[in-house]
């Protein structure tokens, strides 16, 4: 069974209708006799009727009925069907424009629309739409079609407009489309919703959608690529899914996606050290500065571990403190030793199996 965060942070977390949590636990009502996960937003019961389980099949082992609100035997992550179905409707069109009135129509609230794709992709929901309009022109252009046969598809009055909307999209007119926008993809996970990004030349970006410095990290993509941010999907995306699955059901020790991390000298001299940590161990910040040439420089070390845009596939969750004990991560403490967890009982497994189970 995997360990739980401690009670006061997933009483933290229900409190807070953290949808971070998702998946990561859930939690029963004693007074009701049902269960939840973290995001639910029916009313909070007190701390003392609530229990804490690891997954849903704990909870219906324990009696417990799941909540018609928050869906709790969905998957991990997954959209609710509400917004799922709101998404299926973007992607199969992206040229159409969904207004307010459209979603009151069907029955949604646009704060709370705006709200689940500001908390889940980053941006609100006419900034994602306003992305993937974009991103399908762009496509579109490289493959030869007329700027005026898309102005006219994507429901501008004018074929100004259009370019208009381009250039404040992209940052350039769209006769210059040869650029390399960066895409955005919200991405499931057993230990919460991530966010990553990629451009054609590799991966730029996974990170757990709640950190706190996932803002920043994007305006210093922005600053360092000079392309825009856009929802959308690219085979890097599509086979850092694959790979991440695997890494989880502890069938991956290593990936093989191409990795792009511009920062200062000193900064990608230490991530590029953190790749050579072997899975299933780990190295002390000491260790590391000795690697990397500056053994007094424990703390500089530590600074750009925690700066690293590549969750898991650069491991920084590999790192320690000299004493063994965890240290601090981005993704929060109890991450790190789930990320510890999974390489631990993958590593055993596979040494079961090379000794024949001796």
Known sequence: MPQLPSTAEMQRAYLACDAGYDGVFYFGVRTTGIFCKPSCRAKKPRPENVEFFADARAASLAGYRPCKRCRPLDAPGTPPPWIARLIEDIERDPARRIRERELRERGLDPARVRRWFK??????????CRGRRMNTALQAIRN?????????????????????????????????????????AWLDSPLGPMLAAARDEGIVLLEFTERRMLK??????????????????????????????????????????????????????????????PYGQTRSYQDLAQVVGRPGACRAVGSANGKNRIAILIPCHRVVNKNGALGGYGGGRWRKQRLFEIERDAAARSGDAATGGA
């Open 119 to 128: 908390d889940h992709c980053g941006m609100s929901f006419s900034a994602y």
């Open 216 to 277: 920043a990290q994007f305006d210093a993509l922005r600053k360092h690529f000079k392309v825009p941010l856009v929802p959308g999907e690219h085979p890097h995306l599509a086979r850092l899914r694959v790979e991440l699955a695997e890494y989880f059901r502890g069938a991956r020790t290593s990936f093989t996606l191409p990795l792009v991390f511009p920062g200062s000298a000193f900064q990608r001299t230490v991530w590029t050290a953190l790749l050579d940590i």
């Open 144 to 184: 030869g079609e007329s700027v005026t046969d898309l102005a006219i598809g994507h429901g501008f009055e004018s074929e100004s407009g259009f370019r208009s909307a381009f250039e404040r999209s992209f940052g350039r007119a769209p006769a210059d489309a040869g650029l390399d926008p960066i895409r955005v």
